[in-house]
């Protein structure tokens, strides 16, 4: 069966179309692209507060430790349930000091104290080849 001339400019045409339309669709890979939520790496979070205590950056670049050791396989169950409880014992020491809308300079080094040694626990936990691998 032939086909004519019209049916296959047809064709390529929507072929074109298609194709077009699925172009303009795509998601822009610039410096501001926020498809998984990241900022730009040279963009420090830390400083977003410039001058203020903020414990809660620490606490959470411990929990993404404690995360990044469960899906490795170097933290056990029971490692990742001491150092919870470490951190919950820091978050009730923060929630403290901010009681009274002041946190005093000795507050503030009571809980870096707390913080260091849950980071050097987690460093510990993390090397001392006792996790479980692929057991969560």
Do not use: H
């Not at 411990?62 to 933290?75: F, M, T």
């Not at 503030?108 to 006792?130: F, N, P």
Request: with cysteine; aromatic share 12%; hydrophobic share 25%.
């Amino acid at each position: 069966m032939k086909t004519s001339f019209f049916s296959k400019a047809l064709f390529v045409a929507a072929t074109l179309m298609i194709g077009t339309a699925a172009c303009t669709q795509a998601q822009p890979y610039g410096r501001y692209d926020d498809r998984y939520d990241r900022r730009d790496r040279y963009e420090d979070r830390r400083y977003n507060n410039r001058g203020r205590f903020n414990p809660e950056f620490r606490q959470q670049q411990q929990n993404r430790r404690i995360e990044q050791g469960i899906r490795s396989g170097q933290l056990s169950r029971r490692e990742v349930r001491d150092l919870k409880r470490l951190q919950s014992q820091t978050d009730r020491a923060i929630y403290a000091a901010r009681s009274n809308g002041y946190t005093s300079p000795r507050e503030r080094a009571l809980i870096s104290d707390l913080q260091d040694r849950i980071d050097r626990a987690i460093t510990w936990e993390r090397r001392d080849g006792q996790g479980y691998p692929n057991r969560w």
